[in-house]
């Protein structure tokens, strides 16, 4: 008999439960058509601001990066321009120096600093160790003083 007034009183207390739930569910009015209105407002102002702060942001990084490839360009043209290296003197030069120039082989850098003292870089086509052209190629690169 306990157990049967037990069972009876847990169905009483889920159905005053479920009526209760109920009751509230009925008292909560949904939001009607101007309070949707301006949370839809309020939600468009806020992803607004946080567009342009994003924009702002956007704009300063590239900036930023406009000036820093400004700025490298401006360090490779000063390079270029004032990056000249200095000529190669025929009558000091090691033959790892010679061989640096274009079309100097091994062979012919030997050959260069075995016809040494040179008074003139074009010492070299006149004792023809090298042709006009091949000189042509290494004039602006070599002195002779």
């Given at each position: 008999?306990?157990?049967?007034?037990?069972?009876?009183?847990?169905?009483?207390?889920?159905?005053?439960?479920?009526?209760?739930?109920?009751?509230?569910?009925?008292?909560?009015?949904?939001p009607?058509?101007?309070?949707?209105?301006?949370?839809?407002?309020?939600?468009?102002?806020?992803?607004?601001?946080g567009a342009?702060?994003?924009?702002?942001?956007?704009?300063?990084?590239?900036?930023?990066?406009?000036d820093?490839?400004?700025?490298?360009?401006?360090?490779?043209?000063?390079?270029?321009?004032?990056?000249?290296?200095?000529?190669?003197?025929?009558?000091?030069?090691?033959?790892?120096?010679?061989?640096?120039?274009?079309?100097?082989?091994?062979?012919?850098?030997?050959?260069?600093?075995?016809?040494?003292?040179?008074?003139a870089?074009?010492?070299?086509v006149?004792?023809?160790?090298?042709?006009?052209?091949?000189?042509?190629?290494?004039?602006?690169k070599?002195?002779?003083?």
């Amino acid at each position: 008999m306990a157990n049967g007034r037990f069972a009876l009183i847990k169905k009483f207390q889920f159905w005053i439960g479920a009526g209760v739930l109920i009751l509230a569910a009925g008292c909560n009015n949904p939001p009607s058509d101007q309070q949707i209105q301006q949370k839809a407002a309020q939600t468009t102002q806020q992803v607004k601001q946080g567009a342009q702060q994003a924009a702002s942001q956007a704009r300063t990084a590239a900036a930023n990066a406009e000036d820093k490839i400004n700025a490298v360009a401006a360090g490779v043209k000063q390079g270029l321009q004032s990056g000249t290296p200095t000529p190669i003197n025929l009558n000091t030069a090691s033959t790892e120096q010679l061989e640096t120039l274009p079309g100097i082989t091994p062979a012919k850098a030997h050959r260069i600093i075995a016809e040494r003292p040179y008074a003139a870089p074009g010492d070299l086509v006149r004792r023809n160790l090298l042709s006009q052209e091949q000189f042509d190629q290494i004039s602006a690169k070599v002195t002779a003083p």
